[in-house]
């Protein structure tokens, strides 16, 4: 399975107080604010971007990353995101290495419901070490959905800007 890394994702009680901070301290630059509501989780999320390097900010509104954030706390890394050119051959490569792909919340995930609602096809492996999740996504999607997140999007947006 070819893989390459993409981001982390990680944990904030206030999306535009974090967007805010990392903007001023480091200079990045800052997606569109984005949201993921799907099956019980709600989330609203940016994409940080320093160069070549990214990560997502993620604030839990209900679900179980939100459940995480009231019990680890706001900064936690609870993710690793991962490219990948072909992930339906990823999925089967998982399978067939006796690991069944989950979604979002857990659950198994069969391999026609890889589309997320941002249309970018996605999967979870089963967590190993407590709260910690690995992620993967087809790449040509993952930078599709990046691209567009960021178009429009100054250097120096502000809050109201980004939404």
């Not at 900010?57 to 706001?74: F, W």
């Not at 960021?150 to 250097?155: H, L, N, P, Q, Y």
């Amino acid at each position: 399975m070819h893989l390459k890394f993409s981001h982390i994702d990680v944990l904030v009680k206030d999306l535009e107080e974090a967007c805010a901070y990392y903007q001023r301290v480091l200079s990045a630059q800052l997606s569109k604010t984005l949201v993921w509501q799907r099956d019980g989780l709600h989330v609203r999320y940016a994409i940080v971007r320093m160069a070549q390097e990214r990560f997502m900010l993620v604030q839990p509104i209900t679900g179980n990353l939100k459940e995480l954030l009231d019990t680890q706390g706001p900064g936690t890394i609870y993710r690793h995101c991962y490219s990948t050119p072909d992930i339906e051959a990823a999925y089967d490569e998982l399978l067939a290495r006796g690991v069944q792909p989950e979604d979002e919340n857990g659950k198994p995930l069969a391999r026609d419901r890889l589309q997320t609602p941002s249309g970018a096809r996605i999967l979870w492996l089963p967590k190993q070490f407590g709260h910690f999740s690995i992620e993967l996504l087809e790449e040509a999607e993952l930078e599709r959905f990046v691209d567009e997140a960021f178009d429009g999007v100054g250097i120096g947006a502000s809050a109201e800007d980004r939404s």
